[in-house]
């Protein structure tokens, strides 16, 4: 079942947000080379795949945060589901911009005060990621940071010109061009995604959605999203 070379002809749609589109496009480039089989990507934020998923969409594989998966759990292929990792938010600033020390909670607070404005992608639009900066921002010691919500992905946000700083998931943050991650998010104000994946009971081809989704989450292809910002998810 590991073998893509198991998979049969069957094009698959995967529901995923972009949070995670940079390495499993990766993957599915490599997948799709060594089967033939296309992979076509549908979605694009989390408040998207959810409605997706459960208006009940054609579709064969869903990506989402791992809270989501017990709503799902209906609209799921039995025994199908697998952890990807957790993605950790980060500030990003213009290639070259400034680096300030956000190492901890007081130095992070401390940044966004000199910063004045946080830019991040708007929660109107279904960004999760964006809700959660929003709310962070609401805490009592970002009195005075002003919340700037953007259009589209945080890190080609920035590379625009539409703030200085923003913050967001490491993973966006990677994909764009001309930007470059500051640092993570201290740990202590707990902004990370955990991820996970499975297969849709409503996938015309379950047998090749599942080779699919052990290809992605194979051993191998740990490298892949450690690169593209997804770090193994902590152990309680």
Known sequence: MLSPAAAGAADLTVYSPQIVNGPLRKLADAWTAQTGNKVTFAGFNVGRVRAAVENGD?????????????????????????????IPFAVVVKTGGAHPDISSHAKFVAFTKKAGVIAYADPKVGSLTGAMVEEMLKRPEFVGVEPRPIKGMIGDAIARGDAEFGGGALTE??????????????????????????VLKISAAPSDAEVFLRYVTRLEASPVWKEGGVIETPKK
């Not at 054609?58 to 199908?80: C, E, R």
């Not at 990677?174 to 201290?186: H, I, N, S, W």
């Not at 104000?189 to 996970?196: A, I, K, P, R, T």
Request: aromatic residues 6%; without cysteine; charged residues 25%.
């Open 58 to 86: 054609a579709g064969d594989v869903v990506i989402a945060p791992t809270g989501n998966f017990s709503d799902f759990a209906p609209k799921l292929a039995p025994g199908s589901e697998r952890p990807i990792g957790r």
């Open 173 to 198: 943050i990677l994909m764009a061009k001309d930007v470059e991650p500051v640092g993570r998010f201290p740990d202590d104000l707990g902004l990370h995604v955990d991820v996970s994946a499975a």
